[in-house]
């Protein structure tokens, strides 16, 4: 009877194993004392029981074999996120690119065309040196942005239809277009696009992303992966945090246009009457 109840807890101990999945080592470990309390009830009469030490290395080998997969699935999604962050910066990389490239052509159209007009001072040689010097501003944005991978925009984004309305998401864009940034994350994988507070250019892009997730960090949604920059926070308490942490914000929009998702209830609420 000592081997076959022996046999039977350690069959019973290796499914638990084998079934563990991450997060759910309790799960398992209530499944294995449930065996272990079926043998003492069945072997009380020979005062049989699995002895409190094994027991304890059992269950222990469900909570290291629950931790391994919890840190094999965080390494994938940390594998996962830099993926995706490796794919965004060479984006930005080929916008700055391309953009450079269109300012360059644009800048020898107009030097050749104030090569054609000569030395005349007139009103549109003034207008092609005006837009000449736009131009060169411009390239020079560009090469600064190439070079400083610090600068970009710091974006405050909520989703009221997918998240509720007291949930936003923090991040920063080296974009070109920070838009194309924001439409990426309202795509297909939410119901409803996302709703843009602030668009906030810095040359510390990354340096103000950073503190605003520090003094939201209580708030924080996900405490393990902190790639997923989304917090229990209204855009009016972001607002007051930035402005402190960035000085005056040209533009911020506090309340949420959400569109499509006022207009889905509106349409539910007719269709319900």
Same mark, same amino acid.
């Given at each position: 009877?000592?081997? %076959? ?20 080592? #309790? ?29 304890? %290395?059992?269950?222990? /080998? ?23 962050? %490796?794919?965004?910066? #060479?984006?930005?990389? !080929?916008?700055?690119? #391309? ?8 800048? !020898? ?27 060169? #501003? ?45 439409? /990426? ?13 602030? %668009? @906030? ?29 989304? @917090? ?8 007051? /945090? ?18 499509? @998702? ?12």
């Amino acid at each position: 009877m000592s081997k %076959l109840f022996l046999n039977a807890y350690n069959a019973e101990a290796e499914n638990c194993v084998k079934m563990t999945k991450a997060g759910n080592a #309790k799960t398992a470990i209530e499944r294995l004392r449930r065996m272990s309390n079926r043998i003492e009830k069945n072997g009380d009469m020979i005062n049989l029981r699995i002895t409190p030490t094994y027991r304890r %290395l059992r269950e222990q /080998e469900i909570e290291l074999a629950s931790r391994h997969l919890e840190a094999v699935k965080q390494a994938k999604e940390a594998e996962r996120e830099e993926r995706a962050r %490796l794919r965004e910066e #060479k984006k930005a990389q !080929q916008e700055l690119q #391309k953009e450079r490239e269109r300012l360059e052509k644009e800048h !020898q159209h107009y030097l050749n065309a104030l090569a054609m007009l000569g030395e005349a001072d007139s009103e549109e040689a003034a207008n092609i040196k005006r837009l000449l010097a736009e131009v060169e #501003k411009g390239i020079k944005d560009v090469d600064y942005r190439q070079a400083n991978v610090r600068a970009g925009y710091v974006y405050v984004i909520s989703n009221i239809g997918a998240f509720g309305p007291n949930m936003i998401k923090i991040g920063m864009t080296r974009r070109l277009d920070p838009m194309d940034r924001v439409r /990426e994350l309202g795509d297909a994988s939410v119901p409803f696009g996302f709703d843009v507070h602030a %668009l @906030f250019f810095s040359e510390d892009a990354v340096g103000v992303e950073a503190e605003l997730h520090r003094r939201f960090a209580s708030q924080r949604v996900n405490k393990v992966n902190l790639r997923r920059e989304y @917090f229990y926070a209204t855009p009016t308490d972001v607002k007051r /945090e930035l402005a402190d942490i960035a000085g005056a914000l040209l533009e911020f929009v506090a309340e949420p246009e959400a569109e499509q @998702f006022r207009l889905s209830q509106a349409m539910a609420t007719s269709d319900a009457s």
